[in-house]
Structures are given as C-alpha cells and as structure tokens.
C-alpha cells in the first residue's frame, strides 16, 4: 500500500517563507509526475506546481516567481518552498503523485493536505 505524507504547513505572515514536504511510502517501484495542489474555502482545488521524474517543472501563474519544486528521487519526496506569501495563499495544500507500485499498477495518489495560512 503507498501512503503519500506531507508536513511543514503553518501560519506565516505575509511575504514570509514556508516549506512543504510530501514522502511517499509503501510498495514504490517508480514515481513518475509529482504535483502541489491547494483548496482555499470555497473554491475548488487547483495545480499549483508539477514536477516530472526528470525534474521537469511547470507552475500556475499565480506562484510563478515565489514558489519552487524539487523532489529527491532516492527519497520518494517532493518539496514546495513557498516564498513571499501573500494572504490569498491561505489554503489546504495537498501532494500528488503518480506512482508504479505491486504488479506494477501505476495509480495516482493523494496526500491528506497541510494548512498553510498567510495573515496580512
């Protein structure tokens, strides 16, 4: 069974800095694409970052400048330093990943989410 775990959430104030880890566990055999989402209240879940199994990167708009992925493939984790947060920042943050496991079966995987919030 995988299992993907994130951590580093929190209250900052705006234009601090937070960063996010996710490790996945489990019956692993590759990770191929790992992602960043995040759910303010009241709105849907959006991407935020993507990182290929190549360290191929692509952001949103709205992070691009600010905020960094990176994963450390002998670790099966993935990263998010946040940088100058603003308040719409505010949200559950989630990882996702796209993983081989037993038999091979690639399935894609979702974390349980960290608050991240940012006050003005």
């Known amino acids: 069974q995988v299992q993907l775990v994130e951590s580093g959430g929190g209250l900052v104030q705006a234009g601090g800095s937070l960063r996010l880890s996710c490790a996945a566990s489990?019956?692993?055999?590759?990770?191929?694409?790992m992602r960043w989402y995040r759910q303010a209240p009241g709105k849907q879940r959006e991407l935020v970052a993507a990182?290929?199994?190549?360290?191929?990167?692509n952001y949103a708009d709205f992070v691009r400048g600010r905020f960094t992925i990176s994963r450390d493939n002998a670790k099966n984790t993935v990263y998010l330093q946040m940088n100058s947060l603003k308040p719409e920042d505010t949200a559950v943050y989630y990882c996702?990943?796209?993983?081989?496991?037993?038999?091979?079966?690639?399935?894609?995987?979702w974390g349980q989410g960290t608050q991240v919030t940012v006050s003005s």
């Open positions: 489990g019956s692993i055999f590759s990770i191929n694409v």
């Open positions: 996702n990943a796209i993983i081989s496991g037993a038999a091979y079966l690639t399935l894609p995987y």
């Open positions: 990182i290929t199994s190549g360290s191929s990167t």
